[in-house]
């Protein structure tokens, strides 16, 4: 049987006979589901906007850094509503080949974008004075690069999602589809983890080995958003690890002729929510931890807390005043 002809996969939970198992599967799917909708979406949106907000306000200030954890906090936004598609987890779904591989693609640029976003973000931080931080000191420039090697690298998965023959079959989608060639996982996590986590295991290295860079000054935006930057790559790295620890034994079961059990349906449909509260997290910590924006939520509150107290103060004078 030709390894492209992908007509044989099911998801587990449509043909097993273990009925528990996939009932038990469901079960998990589903909570795990609501509470993604109910926590995540709205934390990552309203983090999101706020920073975002903040961003706007000082456009004539941002320093390198800030543009990039701008684009990060834009593409975290994205990455939320593009991930209401798993609202009605355990179903799926129903749409066009062509509608599963748009959402697939836009999906995959924003997962790409923040991947090399945040290994922009780690040269700004660890490698001060370099060439690579002066590229980065152009905006348009590097924003443009970023851009493109994502929407690339998006087109090369695109290729192989193998359902250019029948754009309009119906087809139940999830963003990674499940009838994939297995050339589609194998190159998304080579492109998307693999070549990102040995870029920055190189910058580590070369921080290290360098004293010249050590000693460097960072400038303003930078030094006081090291925080961040460690915050977001260290949420990035357990995310994406887990997610592409489950897509390659998606590809092992392809290259197998292995649809798999419900279990190993459960856990993609974990993997994929834990990569879209990926942003969830990053929105927070930006928020949180990025100096202009920690400031501006700080006034916030204070100020609220302060009308609180006096409209507390005023009921109690009147009540007094009733007495």
């Not at 040269?123 to 690069?145: D, E, H, I, K, W």
């Not at 998304?188 to 040995?198: D, E, H, R, Y």
């Amino acid at each position: 049987m030709d390894r492209h002809n992908m007509s044989w996969v099911r998801y587990p939970s449509q043909v097993s006979p273990a009925v528990e198992d996939v009932i038990a599967a469901q079960s998990v799917t589903s909570r795990c589901t609501h509470v993604y909708v109910a926590v995540c979406v709205p934390l990552s949106l309203a983090a999101g906007l706020f920073s975002l907000s903040v961003f706007v306000r000082d456009r004539a200030r941002l320093g390198a850094l800030d543009r990039l954890l701008a684009s990060l906090t834009v593409t975290s936004i994205l990455v939320t509503l593009l991930s209401l598609n798993a609202a009605t987890r355990p179903d799926y779904m129903h749409t066009t080949n062509l509608g599963c591989g748009a959402l697939s693609f836009f999906s995959n640029v924003c997962y790409f974008t923040a991947q090399y976003l945040q290994g922009a973000t780690l040269v700004l931080t660890l490698l001060p004075g370099s060439s690579g931080c002066r590229l980065l000191a152009r905006p348009v420039a590097s924003l443009a690069a970023i851009g493109g090697c994502a929407v690339c690298s998006s087109l090369i998965l695109v290729s192989l999602l193998g359902t250019s023959g029948e754009l309009h079959a119906t087809t139940m989608c999830q963003v990674d589809p499940l009838t994939a060639w297995p050339e589609y996982e194998i190159v998304k996590f080579s492109l998307g983890f693999a070549l990102a986590l040995t870029f920055q295991v190189s910058l580590f290295f070369l921080r290290a080995m360098q004293p010249a860079w050590r000693a460097a000054p960072a400038q303003g935006d930078t030094a006081s958003g090291r925080w961040v930057v460690l915050a977001v790559a260290l949420n990035m790295l357990a995310c994406r690890l887990f997610f592409n620890a489950v897509l390659l034994h998606r590809a092992q079961l392809k290259l197998r002729k292995d649809i798999g059990t419900p279990r190993d349906e459960l856990l993609m449909n974990l993997a994929e929510l834990a990569l879209s509260a990926e942003s969830c997290s990053n929105s927070a910590f930006v928020a949180l931890l990025h100096t202009p924006c920690r400031l501006r939520l700080r006034g916030l509150l204070e100020r609220l807390t302060q009308r609180c107290r006096q409209g507390l103060d005023n009921n109690m004078a009147l009540n007094r005043a009733g007495g």
